[in-house]
């Protein structure tokens, strides 16, 4: 069955390192690609999006990689700040047929050590 | 702030009880979603709106819940009968169409004794 799911649960990084959070998706024909942020005790803040057309997407310190041969997207956060601190997830866009929901990972937990 | 509200952030019930919740969408989103997340897991998808017409709805969703968006713009869920496995936030997002981003609110965390 399709399924989005990441591969850490945790991730532990130094302030102004580098960040990267993998997410691995089974539904080929997902078409849209949604990084979410969530603090805790929050709601789920957008980050960054892609669709299946582009294999790149840059935002502020963060960029978003699409790679569709391996069903794998990734997000990387530049200089990690303490403020990075939250849990990330990645969703895509429902199944063929389905026209609203996101379907989400179950998440990774990034610490950021100063 | 998302411009997403929902009310109440946090209810307490006893098993067997009725609860309701509130959501108040960014105004000019016609599409409204309600999620479940518990403990250690990301959002589960519940139901959508588009405009006050209900479109989808998970099989999560049993027949002690019930939404309603009566004029497109807040909308109610209402879980009869609690049990303690709805101990869970529910979250709330709106979009302007279906291929925008979903913004979400801070959710209602309910908990069921």
């Known amino acids: 069955g399709e399924s989005v799911g990441l591969h850490l649960p945790t991730l532990s990084v130094q302030e102004g390192d580098n960040s990267i959070i993998n997410c691995a998706y089974s539904?080929?024909?997902?078409?849209?690609f949604i990084w979410y942020k969530q603090e805790s005790g929050k709601g789920p803040q957008f980050i960054i999006d892609?669709?299946?057309?582009?294999d790149k997407r840059q935002g502020q310190r963060v960029t978003v990689l699409l790679n569709k041969t391996v069903k794998h997207l990734s997000l990387q956060i530049a200089a990690t700040q303490p403020g990075d601190s939250a849990v990330y997830f990645c969703a895509e866009k429902g199944k063929a047929g389905s026209q609203g929901n996101l379907i989400f990972g179950k998440g990774t937990k990034l610490s950021v050590k100063p | 702030d998302t411009g997403v509200s929902q009310n109440p952030r946090h209810k307490i019930t006893k098993r067997g009880q009725n609860v309701t919740f509130r959501c108040d969408p960014i105004?000019?989103?016609?599409?409204l979603y309600w999620y479940r997340q518990t403990l250690g897991q990301g959002p589960e998808f519940l139901t959508y709106?588009?405009?006050?017409?209900?479109?989808?709805k998970s099989r999560l969703l049993s027949d002690r819940f019930s939404a309603e968006r009566p004029k497109g713009s807040f909308s109610t869920l209402e879980i009869q009968r609690t049990e303690q496995g709805d101990s869970a936030m529910y979250l709330c997002?709106?979009?302007?169409?279906?291929?925008?981003?979903?913004?979400f609110g801070p959710g209602t965390r309910l908990t069921v004794l």
């Open positions: 892609i669709r299946s057309n582009m």
């Open positions: 105004s000019e989103h016609n599409r």
């Open positions: 997002a709106s979009s302007l169409g279906g291929n925008n981003e979903q913004f």
């Open positions: 539904n080929s024909a997902s078409d849209y």
């Open positions: 709106f588009q405009n006050e017409a209900q479109l989808e």
